[in-house]
């Protein structure tokens, strides 16, 4: 209830733009959401740049718009750019904007980096599953294949009414395991799921604390 296919959204949400930029042509936060309906909905990558830096040209202290003008960079493999909108991002609300700029590391291959900044996001927050989960990956793609599965299964674990967490967990451990084989991926997410769901069942209680199976 209250929700709307993608396409009927991003319709209502043009409409909506188009009203508002016909009152006020220079409303910074009508060209932002315009810039993120064509970077998600309409594939324009050209046409989203140009309303991301016109948005920023009106409100240039606004971490919404530079943070997803990141995103829309990060897309692109413009790595450098991505990273320096997306610093400026965390500048301008530092608690709002603390993943995207560790995502983009991620995806660039700067993992030592990504590290670095995903410590710092826990630090501050030792409970928030998403920063649990990226540092999971970071494990993982640095070569830390034990430490990445553990840590992904701690964020499951936060999130027990998450089936993205669950899902994540699955997928390393289909890549740990050999894909070609997946018999033992296979073995080890049933039993996680075993456990995830009589977990759901004790309403909530920790799941155990026993390991991933090894190779």
Not at 190 to 201: K, L, P, W
């Amino acid at each position: 209830a209250g929700s709307y296919r993608p396409e009927e959204a991003f319709r209502l949400a043009k409409e909506a733009i188009h009203r508002a930029l016909e009152l006020d042509g220079k409303l910074a936060e009508a060209h932002g959401v315009l810039a993120h309906v064509k970077f998600c909905s309409d594939f324009d990558w050209i046409g989203a740049e140009e309303e991301f830096k016109r948005a920023i040209e009106l409100d240039p202290n606004s971490g919404d718009v530079y943070d997803q003008y990141g995103l829309l960079l990060s897309s692109l493999e413009r790595y450098d750019d991505a990273l320096a909108v997306q610093r400026r991002a965390h500048e301008l609300d530092p608690l709002a904007h603390r993943m995207d700029l560790t995502t983009t590391l991620i995806r660039a291959g700067r993992h030592d980096e990504a590290l670095a900044a995903i410590e710092r996001v826990i630090e501050v927050e030792p409970n928030f599953a998403l920063a649990r989960m990226t540092r999971g990956w970071v494990y993982y793609l640095r070569g830390q294949r034990e430490a990445g599965l553990a840590e992904l299964r701690v964020a499951a674990e936060m999130a027990p009414d998450s089936t993205l967490y669950l899902a994540q967990y699955g997928q390393a451990l289909g890549l740990h395991y050999d894909v070609r084989d997946p018999t033992l991926a296979r073995a080890a997410m049933a039993a996680y799921y075993g456990s995830f769901c009589r977990h759901r069942e004790r309403g909530g209680r920790e799941l155990s604390s026993g390991s991933h199976p090894r190779r």
